[in-house]
C-alpha cells in the first residue's frame, strides 16, 4: 500500500492495520503529515498541524505495542477549531477570542486520546462558525478538495476538507445548524449530527447554540464514523456501533420528504433532487419500502431555530476578550441577534416539545425520513466576500434549509454521498431519525456505501473534473 492508498484507508481500516502490525503508527503519521505538508497549503485545511507531538505519540504507541483496548489506536484525527486541545488557542476562526492555549482537553479529545487516538491538528471554521461556508481574514479560506474554486463548507469545513482529502483518519465536527453535514455533503464525505448530549460536549457542557450543538465525525467510510463512536459517545449499543454494522439489517420503512420547514426560501436544484430519486431507487432495490410522505413542520421550528441561532451569535461575541477585532458581517450579525429578547428566547427554546412531537409524527409510519441535504452546489470562494449580514444570511440560508430543524429538536441526522453533479462537484442527500437512532442511519449509510461505494473516489485537488 503506497501512502495516498495508506492515508485514505480511513480511520476504521488504519486502526486495523496497526494491530494486526502491519504499519507502525509513526509510519501512519509520517505519511499523513506528508500529505499534509502537499495538501494543506491548497485547500487550507488546517489552521494548526501538531507534527512533534504527533511524531512523538506514535513513537510512543509503537514502543507500548498492541492494545485491543484502544479502538483507534494510532489514527490521526482532526480537531474543529471550537474545540479545545490542551497546550493550543481555540481560535474559533478570529483574532477577537482569547490568544493564550488551554490548559484541557475538551472531553470529547480526551476520549480520543483514550481510545488511542493521535490528535493531528485543529482544522479551520469561519468567525465564530457562524457561516456554511469557511472564509475568514484571520486565516483565509478553506477551498474544497473536488474543485479548489470551491467552497469546502462550514462550519466544519476545514473539518470537510481534510477528512476528503486524506488529511486524517476521521474528522471531528460540530453541528448547530447543519455543520457537520453541510461539509460533509460538499465534500463527499458521510457525516452524522448526533443526538443531543450522545458526545460529552465537556467539561464546561456549554450551552452551544441555546441547546442546538453536538459533536459529530466526518468520514469517507461509515465504519470510520462508527469508529469514532465508539471511542467517544454515551449510550452506545452493546458491541458498539462499529459491530452493530455487521448485523442484518431488516427491511425498513423509509418516508421521503421533499419540503423544507415553512419560512425557508428555497429551490431545490434538479441534480440534488435526482439525488434523492437515485437514492430511492437504490433503498427499494435493497428490499425497504420507500414512500413519499411530507414532515409537517410546524412554523415554530423555523422560528425557533433561527431565534436560537441568532442569539447565539450574539452571546457568543459578547463573551469575547477582543469583540472590537470580530469582522464587520459578524458584528452585524451579532446586531441581529441583540433583536432576539430574553423573553423570545425563552419561547423559542419552550417550543421545543411541541415541535418535537409535531415532527416525530412522521415516525409513526417511517423508521427513517429521507430529505435533501444541500439545494445547490457550495458557493465560490469570495462568492459572499463583503456582502452584508443580512444578505449573507439569506444566501447561506437558502442553499441549507433542511438541516438546523433537526438541531431544535435535538435528533440524529446523517449526510450520505449520493454520486456527483455535472461540474464533478458531491451530491448528497440526508436521512432524519426518531429520538436517539443514529444506529439506524449507520446501518442504512452502510447499506448504500456496498451497493454505491464512494470511497474509492478521490479529489483531483485542482480542476473542475473529478
Known amino acids: 500500500m503506497d501512502q495516498n492508498d495508506l492515508t485514505y484507508s480511513g480511520a476504521a481500516v488504519q486502526s486495523q492495520m496497526i494491530q494486526s502490525g502491519a504499519i507502525t503508527a509513526r509510519q501512519l503519521v509520517e505519511a499523513t503529515l506528508a500529505r499534509i505538508e502537499h495538501v494543506n497549503p491548497l485547500i487550507n485545511a488546517y489552521r494548526v498541524v501538531f507534527a512533534d507531538a504527533a511524531l512523538a505519540e506514535a513513537d510512543t504507541?509503537?514502543?507500548?505495542?498492541?492494545?485491543?483496548?484502544?479502538?483507534?489506536?494510532?489514527?490521526?484525527?482532526?480537531?474543529?477549531?471550537?474545540?479545545?486541545?490542551?497546550?493550543?488557542?481555540?481560535?474559533?476562526g478570529s483574532l477577537a477570542t482569547d490568544p493564550n492555549p488551554v490548559g484541557q482537553d475538551a472531553d470529547v479529545v480526551a476520549r480520543l486520546r483514550e481510545a488511542g487516538a493521535i490528535i493531528i491538528g485543529k482544522t479551520n471554521v469561519p468567525e465564530l462558525t457562524v457561516w456554511p461556508f469557511t472564509e475568514t481574514l484571520a486565516f483565509g479560506a478553506t477551498r474544497n478538495p473536488w474543485n479548489i474554486d470551491y467552497a469546502a463548507g462550514g462550519s466544519s469545513g476545514g473539518s470537510g476538507a481534510a477528512a476528503a482529502a486524506g488529511l486524517c483518519g476521521v474528522a471531528h465536527g460540530s453541528d448547530g445548524a447543519g455543520s457537520v453535514r453541510i461539509p460533509a455533503a460538499f465534500n463527499g464525505l458521510f457525516g452524522l449530527k448526533t443526538q443531543r448530549e450522545r458526545i460529552s460536549l465537556g467539561?464546561?457542557?456549554?450551552?452551544?447554540?441555546?441547546?442546538?450543538?453536538?459533536?459529530?465525525?466526518?468520514?469517507?467510510?461509515?465504519?470510520?464514523?462508527?469508529?469514532?463512536?465508539?471511542?467517544?459517545?454515551?449510550?452506545?449499543?452493546?458491541?458498539?456501533?462499529?459491530?452493530?454494522?455487521?448485523?442484518?439489517?431488516?427491511?425498513?420503512?423509509?418516508?421521503?420528504?421533499?419540503?423544507?420547514?415553512?419560512?425557508?426560501?428555497?429551490?431545490?436544484?434538479?441534480?440534488?433532487?435526482?439525488?434523492?430519486?437515485?437514492?430511492?431507487?437504490?433503498?427499494?432495490?435493497?428490499?425497504?419500502?420507500?414512500?413519499?410522505?411530507?414532515?409537517?413542520?410546524?412554523?415554530?421550528?423555523?422560528?425557533?431555530?433561527?431565534?436560537?441561532?441568532?442569539?447565539?451569535?450574539?452571546?457568543?461575541?459578547?463573551?469575547?476578550?477582543?469583540?472590537?477585532?470580530?469582522?464587520r458581517r459578524t458584528k452585524n450579525m451579532a446586531k441581529l441577534g441583540g433583536l432576539i429578547s430574553d423573553r423570545r428566547l425563552a419561547q423559542a427554546r419552550a417550543a421545543e416539545p411541541r415541535i418535537a412531537t409535531q415532527i416525530n409524527a412522521i415516525f409513526e409510519k417511517a423508521d427513517a425520513v429521507l430529505m435533501p441535504g444541500t439545494a445547490g452546489a457550495p458557493f465560490k470562494i469570495g462568492q459572499l466576500h463583503g456582502r452584508g449580514a443580512l444578505w449573507t444570511l439569506n444566501a447561506a440560508a437558502s442553499r441549507v434549509p433542511w438541516y438546523g430543524v433537526w438541531n431544535a429538536i435535538g435528533q440524529a441526522a446523517s449526510s450520505v454521498p449520493a454520486g456527483f453533479d455535472s461540474n464533478g462537484l458531491p451530491l448528497s442527500v440526508q436521512f432524519g431519525a426518531a429520538p436517539g437512532d443514529e444506529l439506524t442511519l449507520l446501518r442504512l449509510a452502510a447499506q448504500l456505501e456496498l451497493v454505491r461505494p464512494w470511497a474509492q473516489a478521490r479529489p483531483p485537488l485542482g480542476g473542475a473534473s473529478k
Open 61 to 92: 504507541i509503537d514502543a507500548a505495542g498492541a492494545d485491543s483496548s484502544q479502538p483507534m489506536r494510532g489514527v490521526p484525527v482532526a480537531i474543529k477549531d471550537d474545540t479545545d486541545v490542551l497546550g493550543e488557542r481555540t481560535a474559533w
Open 203 to 327: 467539561p464546561n457542557n456549554f450551552d452551544g447554540w441555546n441547546g442546538m450543538t453536538v459533536y459529530g465525525p466526518l468520514s469517507r467510510t461509515v465504519a470510520d464514523a462508527a469508529l469514532f463512536l465508539d471511542a467517544t459517545a454515551d449510550g452506545a449499543p452493546e458491541g458498539g456501533y462499529l459491530a452493530a454494522l455487521s448485523a442484518p439489517v431488516q427491511p425498513m420503512r423509509i418516508a421521503i420528504a421533499l419540503k423544507p420547514p415553512p419560512g425557508s426560501l428555497t429551490k431545490l436544484g434538479a441534480e440534488q433532487r435526482a439525488a434523492i430519486d437515485d437514492t430511492a431507487a437504490a433503498l427499494r432495490e435493497l428490499g425497504h419500502d420507500v414512500f413519499e410522505q411530507e414532515i409537517d413542520y410546524p412554523l415554530a421550528a423555523f422560528v425557533s431555530t433561527v431565534a436560537r441561532y441568532l442569539r447565539s451569535v450574539t452571546d457568543d461575541a459578547g463573551a469575547l476578550p477582543h469583540p472590537e477585532r470580530l469582522e
